[in-house]
């Protein structure tokens, strides 16, 4: 009864942490829009730039805290399903990816900068991919949780491109996500070490 229980509920699309993920996903394109507007030659956009750089700032702010309370309540609560673990990643990368590539074209991250993290987000999604197929799990190290937090407070700063109470945001920005780029590299070699590791281990047990 209970396996039968624990199997519908990993069905679940209608619970909190999908409705949490699936608003992350949905503030997305406000972050898409408001970022390219500043791009455009409309004179409103180009008066308010300044503006438009803060709302889509906050409103990355929302979304990374969406991001750790759905993971929050669902670890809280033991709620797993097959929609969540599929989409509160994929959400993860879109934000990310998506307001590298606006940042890029805005001229406030180096492309090596952005090239370096999205070939890494691409490299640890294939990474994951062989260790679910070979029935493998490779917990995320502390060191890629915190490339995740100083990425999420990286990428925000510079959105503004301003300087508010004489605090250079625009600078502290492209230092911590130069770190980030640093951390990112380390622990993508790191968990390539561990699953690597952990598939030779299996090989010998099985051929014991």
Not at 31 to 51: D, F, M
Not at 98 to 124: D, F, T
Not at 159 to 184: F, K, V
Not at 185 to 193: D, F
Request: net charge positive.
């Amino acid at each position: 009864m209970e396996q039968s229980e624990q199997k519908n509920n990993e069905w679940d699309i209608d619970n909190l942490p999908n409705r949490l993920t699936m608003f992350r996903v949905l503030l997305i394109p406000i972050i898409i829009g408001t970022l390219s507007l500043i791009q455009t030659e409309w004179a409103w956009a180009q008066q308010n730039k300044v503006l438009l750089g803060y709302i889509a700032g906050w409103t990355c702010v929302v979304a990374s805290i969406t991001d750790f309370f759905d993971g929050w309540i669902a670890r809280r609560r033991g709620i797993v399903t097959l929609f969540g673990s599929f989409l509160d990643p994929i959400a993860d990368k879109f934000l990310v990816v998506s307001s590298l590539i606006l940042l890029q074209a805005l001229g406030r991250v180096h492309v090596l900068i952005v090239i370096v993290l999205v070939l890494r987000e691409i490299y640890i999604t294939a990474l994951r991919l062989l260790a679910y197929e070979r029935e493998l799990i490779v917990p995320v190290s502390k060191l890629a949780k915190w490339k995740t937090a100083l990425q999420l407070i990286a990428i925000p700063m510079l959105m503004p491109d301003d300087i508010p109470w004489g605090i250079p945001m625009t600078l502290i920005g492209q230092i911590l996500i130069s770190i980030c780029t640093l951390l990112s590299v380390y622990s993508a070699l790191e968990y390539s070490y561990n699953l690597l590791r952990k598939m030779k281990h299996k090989r010998l047990k099985d051929e014991k």
